[in-house]
């Protein structure tokens, strides 16, 4: 069965009861509804006024529920996962430490590829210049050395959208995309936790301050479905400038949108795993390539 995004918007207490999540109104003690634990991936808090039990907190860190904690902006600024989610942690730890930096450059150059092939493939369906895409896919080489990562990305983000500028804090529709990369940032940082990795050691990111590195890596090729999802959205509300319930609704659902793995679809939360697996039997000497999604 396929896991759960659940999101809560409004003041609540969320408490644990018969290995459900129970959610009340901290006034009235209301019983608003219950999710069994075992059914959820993801926990989203966007409310100031959320109190969670412990006893909760520790079940939902035994079932590797990721608990998304966003900020006054409504932007995820927070996120908890469990310490151990796998039988063999520590000795998938060692194999991952111990990656060389020709291995780790191979992989770096796979995700490249893999996110430059959807970018182009999403910008072929929007009827945007894909021929420098297939020049920019084509000179990635070990480590990206040339940055063709970024040259790309220039010319996406040129064409795939009037009039707008890639910025982290800038104007609409950069908000949704922020939000929507940080839900597929916690989902992917989930399945490295469940796959036995450590999420701060990446193959290509390296910031001492990034918690999530690797997750940033692995994110890469799955963004051009969070951008198809923002680009869907606006064409059928083009008023919405401001990140709506609506919206937020809409893009938690990133976990089941249908995407082409091993050839086969596959909602992305499952295809995240296999990416997470794959990358481990990388680290491990059982496979050559990541397995990534395509459109």
Known sequence: MLKRTIYIGNPSYLKLKQNQMLVQCPETKTVKGSIPIEDMALLVLDEPQIT??????NRLMGQTVAVVHCDNHHLPNGLMLPLHSHSALTE??????????????????????AKISNQKQLLAAQ?????????????????DTQNMEGKAANHYWKYLLTDFQ????????????????????????????????????????????????????????YRPFVDRMVIEYLRQNPADEI?????????????TQDVIIEAKKRPLLVAVSTTTASLFKCYNGERRTILYPEF
């Not at 969670?52 to 907190?57: D, K």
């Not at 990795?197 to 990111?205: D, N, T, V, Y």
């Not at 990140?243 to 893009?251: D, E, F």
Request: charged share 20%; aromatic share 10%; with cysteine.
């Open 127 to 143: 009827k945007a210049p894909i021929e420098a895409m297939d020049l920019y896919l084509a000179r990635v080489n070990s480590g």
């Open 166 to 221: 890639r910025e982290r804090f800038g104007s609409s529709p950069n908000n949704y995309l922020n939000f929507g990369y940080a839900v597929l940032r916690s989902i992917v940082a989930r399945a490295l936790v469940s796959s036995g990795m450590l999420p701060a050691q990446g193959i290509f990111h390296r910031n001492k301050y990034n918690a999530y590195c690797l997750a940033d890596d692995i994110m890469e090729p």
């Open 52 to 57: 969670i039990s412990s006893q909760l907190l």
């Open 92 to 113: 998938r730890w060692r194999i991952q430490l111990a990656a060389s930096t020709p291995l780790k450059k191979q992989l770096w150059k796979q995700t490249v590829e």
């Open 243 to 255: 990140l709506t319930t609506q919206a937020k609704a809409y893009l938690l659902s990133i976990a």
